[in-house]
């Protein structure tokens, strides 16, 4: 390709040196063109003609070779949208997913009031609890992760995003906040199956294991986290879960035989089921701090 490439040759170059490891590579070689040109979508189709300079071309072949080493999208540009907010990304965390949007609308309609105290578990780049104060300003929102890295990753997101009051704490689950109570609890924990042939395909190959797999067919978190939630919850507050689409079944089993009322699970965008609740017994008690 000539070093005056243009943007249209760039794109038709890029998509077919991903046709063979990406399921949308006219999509990949987008976004990368997008973030390294810093334009909207738009200028790329009315401006087609137009070189992008050599540095950029040099810099763009990078990108898409990574790309084609099978390196995810979201770790080569360095971040990710969701809930139509701009999260920054790397390899110490899982990348948000659109389904999980789900496990955020979920929480949005859940009965709660005003000012709930929120508690998200695992946060990661803090993609959940930074969506929700999006859109709930007067939650009192708590999130915490084990991993240093991802605590400080998710601070950064909190600052880049003017969200700061979010409290963000580094955590092995509940151990932080010890003695609070919250009415709601929201998770996306680990819980694939560490024998899954799926996790050396993919993205998945370059996300941290510790935050997608889990132990006992995937369900070893899912279920701490539901027994140990009981002890966290106000009288009717809710536990929110993300979990596999072949786990609802027995999941909304545990949360039944555990004592949460309402059990129920939500299906995502591809009708898969993604998310279980179940409301812990009694009438919610106002907060008043």
Known sequence: MPVNTSIEQALKWASVQLERISESPALDAEVMLLHLLNQSR????????RPIGEEKWL??????????????VAHIVGEREFWSLSFLVNDTTLIPRPDTEMLVETALNL???????????????????????????????????????AVALAKLNRERLSLGAVNILQSDWFSAVQGRQFELVISNPPYIDEQDEHLSQGDVRFEPLSALT???????????IARTARDYLTPGGYLLLEHGY????????QLTALG???????????????CTL???????????Q
């Open 42 to 49: 738009t200028y790329l189709y009315t401006w087609p003609e």
């Open 59 to 72: 810099a763009y072949m990078a990108m898409v070779n990574r790309r084609a080493q099978g390196h995810p």
């Open 111 to 149: 009965p709660l009031i005003q000012t709930s105290r929120v508690l998200d578990l695992g946060t990661g780049t803090g993609a959940i609890a930074l969506s929700l104060a999006s859109e709930k300003p007067h939650w009192q929102i708590t999130a915490v992760d084990k991993v240093a890295d």
């Open 214 to 224: 889990a132990p006992d067919e995937g369900f070893a978190d899912l279920f701490y």
């Open 246 to 253: 072949q786990q609802a079944v027995q999941l909304r089993e």
């Open 260 to 274: 949460y009322e309402s059990v129920a699970t939500v299906r995502d965008f591809s009708s898969n089921e993604r």
């Open 278 to 288: 179940g409301r812990w017994p009694g009438a919610h008690k106002v907060s008043t």
